[in-house]
């Protein structure tokens, strides 16, 4: 069993639609939570960055934690083509070591 | 702010070459980078982390003579790939971090490596 599992995608929806990303994870010592969107040929840019249980609201997006189902997601409300692109969870086991633990991540496409 | 700057963006070269990659933190000061690598289809996988002045700390796997990594200073981190073979090529990106352990890391642009 992969840390942290991720659909791949592609996910498609029509523009201003409420999309929903999710990552389930396995290790239970896991404590810090990072949403990054990732544009073709560019870096992740960070997006969303968490620590506890239950949501954290950012503008149109919201981060959400459920550390007993081992469970994060991110909504993206009133959906953009400009967030076309590839969605990554990111988590920090901590414990001094915080080298980030990366789903596959989901490419999203908004059709305008 | 927290831009992190990765150079050379695309490196194509025979194998045998070395090949060094810089990573900078442009408006913060980096404690710890990171050097993560991604195969096609796959997922972005840490290799090593490395704190300014001190050696750096290789993921299980990973040959630390193979992927040579100097954080001379608080901006700066490089990484060396010290006789490079095609099942080298990847793409090798770099993160920062200037706040404490936990925190939020910041990513260059990644630099992709083509060994023939």
């Known amino acids: 069993q992969k840390e942290v599992e991720q ?3 592609p996910l498609s929806v029509p523009e201003g639609a409420i999309v929903s990303l999710n990552c389930t994870y396995s290790n239970s010592a896991f404590q810090y939570f990072m949403w990054y969107r990732q544009y073709s040929r560019k870096g992740p840019e960070l997006l969303m960055y968490t620590y506890s249980s239950g949501n954290k609201e950012d503008g149109r997006f919201t981060a959400q934690v459920d550390k007993s189902s081992k469970y994060i997601s991110l909504f993206i409300r009133d959906s ?9 969870c990111a988590i920090i086991s901590g414990g001094g070591a915080d080298g980030l633990t990366f789903g596959k991540g989901t490419h999203l496409i908004i059709q305008p | 702010g927290a831009v992190v700057s990765q150079h050379p963006s695309r490196v194509i070269c025979k194998s045998g070459t070395s090949v060094k990659i810089e990573c900078r933190s442009l408006d913060f000061q980096a404690t710890t980078m990171f050097w993560y690598r991604q195969f096609p289809k796959q997922s972005l996988m840490l290799m090593a982390t490395s704190n300014e002045g001190s050696k750096a700390t290789y993921e299980q796997g990973v040959e630390k003579d193979k992927f040579l990594i100097n954080h001379a200073s608080l901006t700066l981190s490089t990484l060396t790939v010290t006789s490079a073979h095609p ?3 990847s793409f090798y990106i770099c993160s920062a971090r200037g706040g404490p352990v936990g925190g939020p890391q910041h990513f260059g642009d990644g630099t992709r490596l083509s060994i023939l």
């Open chain 2, 87 to 89: 099942e080298d090529s």
């Open chain 1, 80 to 88: 953009q083509p400009s967030d076309s692109a590839t969605y990554l």
């Open chain 1, 7 to 9: 659909d791949p995608g």
